[in-house]
């Protein structure tokens, strides 16, 4: 059969959206300029290559990994001995080059770890991460020498010979490797997704039967995806290494593991840019909600459950949704019961948000006075006014939401509706 | 022989505790295909409402009210917010319980607080169920409840007597879960509900076409395996620790429990709940190394071997991961566990 030959115009859209992302990655810490943003900045890039990582295990392969954190971990205690091997003088690398140490392990360890988890998958294949989780959680408290104990093992990422005035002392500097790791890496995994092995690891996905029909071995597919993800979070892990100078225990625990997954799926697991939303939420709800509340871990597994029923696609699939009603030039039409929505949802929040407020603050801070704020409101967690208030707020709030649910919910059913009829007319035509 | 054999009941009285939580898991998995990640999750609810209504009715009247309160919460999220999710697959609805098992976990805090809460059992179990006494000269004897104080010591030097009492509290555990066992093998195997459920298990569509309300079932499956899990959780809670951190102590237990016996099978459970609690509590017990051993193996070690950690490490050291070691040997050599029929 004679290969076929078509005319492959520019991918303009791709360019763009690349270009546009390097752009974010490099200009990002000059509108950003406190502190906190900068090291906000720094953790958000290395969230992004472990969420996209993970993703590449549950959004491409169906895998729902409990134990995502091991590979991370234990990509960052071997770059931190690298890097304290390097200060020592008994190894030769760039400080620069050190995440790769930490991927090259990550790599390591999902090759010797991988081959037992993916023997299985689905849901034996999410317990059996979780068991290896722990294996390695446990382990990591009865080998010190390796692991630090609760101390954790730190170093001083200023060491070796300065490049070019590079000493990657101060944290911009560091922000600017992490960006340059970042996008690589990023690339890097979109082109994973293009390659042979990544359609059928989509494929396994979808109907590991017919995969097996037409000669694959789905269980060594699902392998070499898990060592390419281990590669990557392992990355992750130096980089997070090298940012922090300090690991400790927790790194590999089960709470890193199930915030990777948290976050991956709210961001959106189903495209390829899901869990860099997701990432960058991650940082944002670690940093700076649980300084806003003490209640953030309640509200997150809230949000997360109210995702999972009725958004399963996470916040990626809301916008590509959205955009495909805006391309139909829809928009117009539903806009109005979105301000209905999210002001409803506002009133809601506002009354459930001031009841979970006064209880914490009944339950932790009891001591402090009987007053909390809340957005700016004065309210007596003893008082009976201030209960029977934010009970009414979020009553209120709930009826109405619901009213301008319904609503929504109809104009956009009808909007789908027109849209595949358009659709459909569209190909007709051609 | 009497640490053998306190420490056998010791295991045993553990592993049949996780085997209260497990068959839940096991139930629940069989029937719906649900991995219910918040399982343990329902245990500490159940250990903490056991402990607020025992400040209420007191201890008994919680026992029996706590399962119930439980497996009506489980029975309500399943029908709110599980069967919404059940059309996406199997990963949403594993996804939906691990985010429900964050809110538990806050909301427990919330009410109860983040320190571990005094939850005593009742009077009558606070003692030993029986002492075995050890005497150098007359042999091994039991006495039912603590031993009187003269029996445990010799008046002669030269006699040796041990006294090894056996909580009252791990006696009650025992015998509430045999209780659990005969009864849920009885419940399924030899009335109509059982049988249905056990035909929804493998032909649901058929059962429905029968007229029976499968999605109910599965709803009553749901809070019966909860209420179990809530059972449990009020006599852990009683004899163990009460404190928000039982939930993640026990949880990936279980997990395992269920993924070595063999998913889906409740006799596969079984077997391998009760050895791994008899494997950990050995293992725990114990206090030797490779070091003792070589030493009383009359081995020369050089110096760096008796620095080597490995080598240090005491049995009771690697007993925490004696549960995950033991998954990973079995998902090598028999992957679909120890009594499971399918290859998952």
Same mark, same amino acid.
């Given at each position: ?78 770059? /931190? ?12 690398? +760039?400080?620069?080059?050190? +995440? ?26 999410? @317990? ?13 408290? @009865? ?51 293009? =390659? ?70 709210? $961001? ?24 806003? =509340? ?17 958004? +399963? ?21 539903? !806009? ?11 009133? /809601?929040?506002? $009354?459930?948000?001031? /009841? ?18 809340? /957005?700016?409101? +004065? ?7 201030? !209960? ?23 104009? !956009? ?18 | ?102 809110? &538990? ?53 030269? &006699? ?154 005491? &049995?009771?050291? &690697? ?26």
């Amino acid at each position: 059969m004679a290969a076929v030959y078509a005319f492959k115009p520019y991918n303009v859209g791709r360019w763009v959206i690349w270009s546009a992302f390097a752009l974010i990655l490099l200009c990002a810490p000059l509108l950003f300029r406190s502190n906190l943003s900068q090291t906000m900045l720094t953790q958000m890039g290395v969230a992004i290559i472990a969420c996209l990582s993970y993703n590449m295990l549950l959004g491409q392969g169906g895998m729902l990994s409990f134990g995502h954190a091991v590979y991370t971990g234990l990509g960052s205690y071997m770059a /931190m001995h690298a890097l304290n091997a390097v200060g020592a003088g008994q190894l030769g690398i +760039p400080v620069s080059l050190l +995440p790769l140490v930490g991927g090259v392990a990550g790599m390591g360890f999902a090759v010797l770890l991988g081959w037992v988890t993916t023997r299985k998958s689905g849901t034996p294949f999410a @317990m059996i991460t979780m068991g290896v989780a722990e294996l390695v959680f446990a382990m990591s408290l @009865m080998f010190s020498e390796f692991f630090g104990g609760e101390a954790g093992v730190s170093g001083n990422r200023v060491t070796g010979q300065a490049f070019m005035g590079i000493t990657f002392g101060p944290q911009i500097q560091i922000y600017y490797l992490i960006a340059a790791y970042t996008f690589v890496c990023v690339a890097l995994m979109f082109a994973f997704t293009q =390659t042979p092995l990544g359609r059928i690891l989509n494929a396994v996905r979808d109907n590991p039967e017919r995969v097996e029909f037409i000669g694959y071995n789905t269980q060594r597919v699902r392998y070499l995806a898990f060592i390419i993800a281990g590669f990557f979070a392992g990355i992750a892990g130096g980089l997070s290494a090298l940012n922090f100078e300090i690991v400790t225990a927790e790194v590999v625990g089960a709470g890193r593991s199930g915030a990777y997954l948290l976050f991956t799926f709210l $961001g959106g697991a189903t495209f390829f840019f899901g869990p860099i939303i997701g990432a960058v939420l991650m940082i944002i709800a670690s940093v700076l909600l649980s300084e806003l =509340t003490k209640a953030w871990l309640l509200y997150l597994g809230l949000v997360f459950l109210f995702m999972v029923m009725y958004a +399963p696609g996470g916040i990626a699939s809301l916008i590509m949704m959205n955009l495909r009603v805006a391309r139909f030039g829809k928009l117009r039409q539903i !806009w109005t019961s979105y301000l209905g929505l999210g002001v409803t949802a506002v009133v /809601m929040l506002a $009354g459930a948000g001031a /009841m979970i407020e006064m209880v914490y603050h009944l339950q932790l801070n009891s001591a402090l006075g009987d007053v909390v704020r809340f /957005m700016g409101v +004065p309210l007596n967690a003893k008082g009976v006014d201030s !209960w029977v208030g934010a009970a009414f707020v979020l009553l209120t709030g709930i009826g109405l939401f619901e009213l301008a649910r319904r609503q929504y919910m109809h104009e !956009w059913g009808e909007i789908q509706a027109e849209i595949e009829k358009e659709i459909k007319r569209r190909e007709t035509a051609v | 022989m009497e640490f053998f054999i306190i420490s056998m009941l010791n295991g045993l009285s553990y592993g049949l505790l996780l085997f209260m939580l497990s068959s839940g898991l096991t139930l629940i998995f069989s029937m719906m295909g649900v991995l219910n990640f918040a399982h343990a999750s329902f245990y500490m609810v159940g250990a903490y409402v056991g402990y607020a209504l025992t400040g209420i009715l007191g201890f008994w009247p919680a026992l029996l009210v706590s399962p119930l309160v439980v497996g009506a919460c489980g029975a309500l999220f399943e029908r709110l917010s599980l069967r919404k999710v059940h059309p996406y697959g199997h990963v949403p609805e594993l996804l939906v319980t691990f985010g429900l098992s964050y809110v &538990v976990l806050e909301v427990v805090q919330l009410v109860w607080g983040r320190t571990a809460v005094e939850f005593q059992p009742p009077e009558l179990l606070r003692g030993s169920a029986f002492t075995l006494i050890n005497h150098s000269l007359d042999g091994l004897r039991l006495v039912w409840g603590a031993a009187p104080a003269e029996l445990c010591s010799a008046a002669d030097a030269a &006699v040796r007597v041990v006294c090894s009492p056996f909580p009252a509290t791990r006696a009650f555990m025992m015998l509430i879960a045999l209780l659990m066992l005969v009864s849920l093998w009885l419940l399924l195997t030899r009335t109509r509900i059982g049988l249905v459920i056990q035909a929804a298990l493998t032909h649901p569509e058929m059962v429905e076409a029968l007229g029976h309300n499968v999605p109910r079932v599965f709803m009553l499956v749901f809070g019966a395996g909860t209420g179990l899990a809530g059972l449990a959780g009020v006599i852990g809670g009683s004899t163990f620790v009460t404190e928000p951190a039982m939930a993640a102590t026990v949880g990936s237990v279980i997990f395992v429990v269920v993924v070595v016996g063999g998913m889906g099978s409740l006799s596969g459970a079984f077997l391998a709940s009760v050895l791994i609690g008899v494997i950990q509590t050995f293992a725990v017990a114990i206090d030797y190394s490779f070091l003792t051993l070589a030493r009383d193996m009359g081995w020369v070690l050089s110096a760096s071997a008796q620095d080597n950690t490995f080598a240090r490490l005491t &049995v009771s050291q &690697v007993a925490p991961i004696l549960p995950y070691l033991f998954l990973v040997l079995i998902l090598i050599f028999r992957p679909k566990g120890l009594l499971g029929t399918r290859e998952g």
